[in-house]
Structure formats: C-alpha cells, structure tokens
C-alpha cells in the first residue's frame, strides 16, 4: 500500500484553471498518451475549473471548450501542479504556471523559432504542388524537409547540452531521432542526460532507440522478417540470401512512398538480372488497397505484410516510424546502405553489382 501511495503521489497532476471572460460553461482536457487519448471534462464556476488525475510522463494535452472548433490550448501534462490563466474568449492565449516542462518548452520553441518558420513556408508550398499534383516540386520539397530536420536536430542537440536535467530535453530527441536516425546520432545525446533522467520512462525510451538503432547499423545483420505474400504464403527475408536485397518499408496510402516506387522500379528493371532483388513490406492495413497499389505501380518483387498499419512487427524491430524507409543487403544479408532514394540508390547499387562482377 505504501508503494503504491508513493508512484501514484510521483504521477499525480492537478490542473487548476483561472478564466476571464466566463463564468460557466464546461471545458474538457485531451491527453494524448501514446497510442491512446484519454479524456475528460469538467464544469466552470466563476471562471475556476480543475481537473485531477495521474500520468506516468509529461504527454501532449488540449484543452478546448463546446463551439470553439478552432480555439485551443495546447501544452505538456505532466505529475504537477499546474495554474493556467486567461480569458476563455481566447483559448489559445493561455498560459501555464507549475510547470517545468512547458517553461522549459518555451525556450525550446524560441530557440527553434526560425526553423519552424520555414518549416511552416516549406509546407505551404508542399501543399499547393499536391493540390496540382506537381511531383517534381514535391520531390524538392521532400530534400527540403531534410534539411530542415537537420537543423532541428542541431538546435535539439545544443539544447540537450544545455539542459541535461530537463525533461523537455529528453522528449525532444525523441521526437526529432525517432526516424530516419542512427545510434551514433542519439547516444551522445543521451550521454548528456542527467542519471534522474536516463531512469525515467522518456530516458528509457531513448535507450531503447539507442539499442534498435545499434541491431539495425549499417555492417549488421539484418534482423528476419517473416510474414504473409498477398496470396497469403509466408515468405522470409532470409530466403533471399544470395542476391542483393532492398528492403523497402512502404505503404498504398503514403503519398512520398508511391512517389519513390518508379524510381524503384527503374532500379529493379535495371539490376534484376544482375543479383538484386526488392523484398517489400506494407504498412498497409487493407490487403485490397495494398494489392491494387502493387498492381498500379508495377511492383514486380517480393511483398509481404501482417496488415497491422503502423503496427507492423518490423516498427519495433527496426524502428521504422517513418516511410518510406529502407534498408540495402548484401548477398550475406549485412546492412550495407540505409534510406538510399532515387539517384541515390541506382548509383549505390552500379557501385555494389559493378565490383562484385570484377
């Protein structure tokens, strides 16, 4: 009874909440805590409201109120106690007191400022070459939005070093490391990191990037993967030992995927009869979809899927949680290239099939 006193003391929260503007009415408080949103509501009176509860670790949380479709509050929910102030008449102009995660998200986002700026210019001329389907502005734009994920993450790694105690600190690499990263890339960061921080379930989450990451490195054996052919045949990666291997994660509904698939396709038509293969694996959760988009895009190689989505075996095993994401095997299946796209890849593999054949 004491244990279980002390962790729920550890993860309670109260959000106590001041508005002008109001005097009733009700307000409700989103958590999104993973996979899952928790919610709930509660009434005003005179302006005052509270909510009450417990999180195991800071989580993005909303707070919104009945016909204000457009008018929020967001911040971090985490064990506290927290005031927020404002006028209800503008949702989105609340502050939060309490808490050291959203003063400590503050400096974050001023310090991100100029990236998010572009980040945000980026988008809306993402969004208007997908409404007139200008595939070569959106493949630009796709090389852009790398870069700006590497300046992000060099803002979130001063930041880390700046503030090693910071909870914010440990949620922002994983936020900004969680795709398209390697080991090498996260493990100074968390070396940074206060021991209270390491033991706590955001720096166990690190670790456990960091530990996927080192199973996947470029020189390592590529994990097996196992699971059904659209004709609902099992079919392993480690049966292709023996040619070069693409492993392409993807999916019908990804817009970039099925942008990248015809330069896939040009690499295959072009190296097939030279040792390389394409094992692909769908993210696809709707087996129709996921054959019709075989079939329209001419994928003419191994596919495989659990049609689980995002819950596909290979996230957690590789720690895809981006795509299209791939991975190159040599004939031993070694990891020898990783996320190679377009040119990228037909040079990789003239460099690979060309001194094989010497």
């Known amino acids: ?22 005097k ?73 007191k309490g808490s050291h995660v959203n003063d400590d998200d503050k400096m974050l986002k001023e310090r991100l400022k ?24 959106m493949d630009s734009l796709d090389e852009v939005d790398n870069k700006i994920l590497l300046e992000k993450r060099k803002v979130v790694a001063d930041f880390v070093k700046d503030h090693p105690a910071s ?11 969680r795709y398209y990263a390697e080991a090498s890339d996260v493990e100074p960061l968390y070396n940074y990191l206060d021991e209270k921080i390491k033991n706590s379930p955001k720096g166990k989450e690190i670790k456990q990037m960091i530990d996927v990451y080192s199973a996947v490195a470029v020189g390592k054996q590529a994990p097996d993967i196992s699971q059904l052919t659209p004709d609902s045949n099992q079919l392993s990666l480690s049966s292709l030992k023996g040619k070069y291997v693409l492993v392409d994660f993807w999916a019908s509904w990804c817009g970039p995927c099925r942008r990248e ?11 097939k009869d030279k040792g390389f293969t394409v094992f692909g694996v769908s993210y696809d959760s709707k087996k129709d979809r996921w054959i019709k988009a075989i079939k329209d895009d001419h994928l003419d190689w191994y596919q495989v899927s659990d049609l689980q989505g995002w819950k596909n075996a290979t ?9 299209p994401s791939n991975l ?27 001194s094989n054949s010497k």
């Open 114 to 137: 100029s990236v998010s700026k572009w980040e945000s210019a980026n988008s809306k001329i993402y969004e208007a070459a997908y409404k007139e389907k200008n595939k070569q502005v």
């Open 24 to 96: 009733s009415g009700t307000i409700y408080l989103s958590i999104y805590e993973d996979a899952k949103t928790l919610k709930d509501s509660t009434s005003i009176k005179d302006g005052n409201f509270k909510f009450s509860g417990f999180v195991t670790s800071p989580f993005f949380a909303t707070l919104t109120m009945p016909k204000k479709k457009d008018d929020y509050f967001t911040f971090y929910i985490e064990p506290a106690n927290m005031l927020v102030l404002g006028r209800a008449d503008s949702l989105k102009l609340l502050s939060i």
């Open 315 to 323: 996230s957690d095993q590789y720690g895809i949680k981006a795509i």
């Open 167 to 177: 909870m914010r600190a440990a949620m922002a690499i994983t936020e900004n490391f």
């Open 261 to 271: 698939n015809p330069n896939i396709v040009a690499a295959y038509n072009q190296f």
């Open 328 to 354: 190159l095997l040599d004939k031993d299946g070694v990891i020898v290239a990783k996320n190679i796209f377009g040119e990228n890849l037909t040079h990789k593999l003239e460099e690979l099939l060309n």
């Open 1 to 22: 009874m004491l244990s279980f006193t002390v962790k729920a003391q550890d993860s309670a929260f109260t959000i106590k909440g001041k508005l002008e503007k109001i």
